[in-house]
């Protein structure tokens, strides 16, 4: 894409939107657009612009910036972004979150522009689920969590993958995703095993894995692992909420390195068991 784009700008036309747009923003180290008459109340490290009609602003900014995140209905999305496609090549990443944080939908430039990657991104700040409808995603039905130690070796994490992968029955190349902790979303050895692997990466928020222990009351627990990074586990939490109805295959400790598959219970998967 152009390098003279700037980076990412996310959208929002509602004071429903604005909070979780200003956090994403923040986050992302983005530029915040909202609509004129809407309060902006938002972090003063932020750089905010009003627009008026959303239409004429988006037609403005559509080629502007690579990535755009709209905080807003798909259907309103579809509307505005459809006079200004031209093709997969140019095109900006586009990605669609409603407005109380349930879904993120990768909804322009999926591969080529990098929208699937934003939707994993932004569902790592906000803990929506990413919605990627690429069929070499989307056909995949196996998720891996991953917890090591800071500063861990790559390929030691990367061998742990492929091992877990073997016990389990199943290649690598089945997993849809690779998931950790937010708190370890600069960790440059899952980076690199999710780089070899060909997998996105999401990384999930604290109050989600708090949930997932609160839900799991039988879930294993380590008190190390809350000591250092305060929550009680990564690998099988991450995991299991990456995916949609999902159940455990694994969770192994494999050389100082945790993995957890786990498998989504699908309508491919009833289908495929006929």
């Known amino acids: 894409m152009d390098k003279e784009k700037k980076d990412t700008a996310v959208i929002v036309i509602t004071s429903e939107g604005l909070k979780l747009g200003g956090l994403v923003a923040e986050e992302l180290g983005a530029s915040l657009h909202v609509r004129k008459g809407v309060e902006q109340v938002v972090?003063?490290?932020?750089?905010?612009?009003s627009f008026t009609k959303l239409s004429e602003h988006v037609r403005k900014i559509f080629y502007e910036y690579r990535g755009l995140v709209f905080v807003m209905s798909l259907g309103i999305v579809n509307r505005v972004i459809a006079p200004c496609m031209k093709d997969k090549y140019s095109d900006p990443a586009v990605v669609t979150i409603d407005e109380v944080g349930r879904y993120v939908i990768s909804t322009l430039s999926g591969h080529e522009g990098g929208a699937n990657e934003l939707a994993y991104l932004v569902s790592s700040i906000t803990g929506a689920d990413p919605v990627v409808t690429t069929a070499t995603e989307a056909n995949r039905l196996y998720t891996c969590g991953v917890g090591?130690?800071?500063?861990?070796?790559?390929?030691?994490?990367l061998a742990a993958i492929k091992t877990a992968c073997a016990e389990a029955g199943i290649s690598p190349e089945e997993l849809r995703c690779l998931a950790s902790a937010w708190v370890k979303r600069k960790e440059q050895a899952i980076s690199y095993a999710a780089k070899q692997l060909n997998l996105y990466t999401r990384f999930i928020p604290k109050w989600l894995i708090d949930f997932y222990y609160e839900s799991h009351p039988r879930a294993p627990r380590s008190e190390f692992v809350f000591s250092k990074i305060g929550v009680y586990g990564v690998a099988e939490p991450c995991a299991m909420l990456s995916g949609r109805n999902?159940?455990?295959l694994l969770c192994k400790n494999y050389n100082g390195v945790k993995v957890a598959l786990a498998r989504e219970n699908l309508i491919k998967s009833i289908c495929l068991r006929k």
């Open 43 to 49: 972090g003063s490290n932020i750089e905010v612009e």
């Open 246 to 248: 999902t159940k455990l």
């Open 148 to 157: 090591c130690k800071k500063d861990e070796d790559g390929e030691k994490v």
